[in-house]
């Protein structure tokens, strides 16, 4: 614990609020995020997905979504130091959001956004294992490569989960003390926004990774609810139509 802390930055500034999102994120074509080489005995694809360990059911892990919307984000509003890595500012929106790693102590923050992983939804599971899919929880796209020197054909079989896949996804924003809250909660939209109109994962580019949020709740709790063991509230900010 003490490792990671040094590794990612100290969070500055008693915590005031955890806003909570959370909601479904659907896939709206086929989706890759790359597994280990492990996950080649499934069906021997040359790219297979990430699984869960114990369920064998695909997910999408909290680190693929958060370093696609920290990336995008940095991308929009031009945060990058000189020699293009990410911005150490800690007052940028995307070093505010999910940290910074600068050699600085001073500049160093934790991120202030916790992504979980998103598991695929009970409705989703049961769909899939009724189909006929090629392998548990997915399809097979074979792919041709073509060499341009030889014009040989190289055929490779792609995992992907499904088009209309849903996961359940949750995230949380930390706001501390002095922090400008709206200027926060409208970065993680942006991000997600962002993120609607790119894509996730593996082969983005040849169609693979569209997918669309859905946010369903947005609660909130402050020192006092924890304090006195309450239960989460709504969150008076307004979603986005494009998130709903």
Same mark, same amino acid.
């Given at each position: 614990? #003490?490792?990671?802390?040094?590794?990612?930055?100290?969070?500055?500034?008693?915590?005031?609020?955890?806003?909570?999102?959370?909601?479904?994120?659907?896939? $709206?074509?086929? /989706?890759?995020?790359?597994?280990?080489?492990?996950?080649?005995?499934?069906?021997?694809?040359?790219?297979? #997905?990430?699984?869960?360990?114990?369920?064998?059911?695909?997910?999408?892990?909290?680190?693929?979504?958060? !370093?696609?919307?920290?990336?995008? %984000?940095?991308?929009?509003?031009?945060?990058?130091?000189?020699?293009?890595?990410?911005?150490?500012?800690?007052?940028? $929106?995307?070093?505010? /959001? *999910?940290?910074? =790693?600068?050699?600085?102590?001073?500049?160093?923050?934790?991120?202030? #956004?916790?992504?979980?992983? =998103?598991?695929?939804?009970?409705?989703? #599971?049961?769909? %899939?294992?009724? =189909?006929?899919?090629?392998?548990?929880?997915?399809?097979?796209?074979?792919?041709?490569?073509?060499?341009?020197?030889?014009?040989?054909?190289?055929?490779?079989?792609?995992? @992907? &989960?499904?088009?209309?896949?849903?996961?359940?996804?949750?995230?949380? $924003?930390?706001? %501390?003390?002095?922090?400008?809250?709206? @200027?926060?909660?409208?970065? &993680? *939209?942006? =991000?997600?926004?962002?993120?609607?109109?790119?894509?996730?994962?593996?082969?983005?580019? @040849?169609?693979? !990774?569209? &997918?669309?949020?859905?946010? @369903?709740?947005?609660?909130?709790?402050?020192?006092?609810? +924890?304090?006195?063991?309450?239960?989460?509230?709504? +969150?008076?900010?307004?979603?986005?139509?494009? $998130?709903?």
């Amino acid at each position: 614990m #003490v490792e990671e802390i040094k590794k990612e930055g100290k969070m500055k500034g008693k915590i005031e609020k955890k806003i909570f999102i959370r909601g479904k994120i659907e896939s $709206l074509t086929g /989706l890759h995020i790359g597994g280990t080489s492990s996950s080649m005995e499934i069906g021997g694809t040359d790219k297979p #997905v990430i699984r869960d360990s114990i369920t064998n059911v695909p997910y999408i892990p909290g680190s693929s979504l958060k !370093g696609k919307m920290r990336s995008l %984000l940095e991308k929009l509003k031009n945060e990058f130091e000189p020699d293009g890595g990410p911005s150490e500012d800690p007052e940028s $929106l995307s070093g505010q /959001l *999910f940290g910074t =790693a600068s050699k600085d102590s001073d500049k160093k923050i934790a991120s202030r #956004v916790i992504v979980r992983d =998103a598991y695929m939804d009970e409705e989703s #599971v049961k769909l %899939l294992e009724a =189909a006929d899919t090629d392998l548990p929880y997915t399809e097979i796209k074979t792919e041709v490569s073509i060499d341009r020197i030889t014009s040989e054909a190289n055929p490779r079989q792609m995992e @992907r &989960v499904p088009a209309g896949a849903k996961f359940d996804f949750e995230l949380i $924003l930390n706001i %501390l003390e002095g922090d400008k809250e709206e @200027r926060l909660i409208n970065g &993680v *939209f942006q =991000a997600m926004s962002l993120l609607q109109d790119d894509y996730l994962g593996g082969f983005g580019s @040849r169609g693979y !990774g569209k &997918v669309k949020f859905h946010i @369903r709740t947005l609660t909130y709790k402050t020192k006092n609810e +924890y304090e006195n063991h309450e239960v989460e509230k709504p +969150y008076g900010f307004n979603i986005p139509e494009n $998130l709903k």
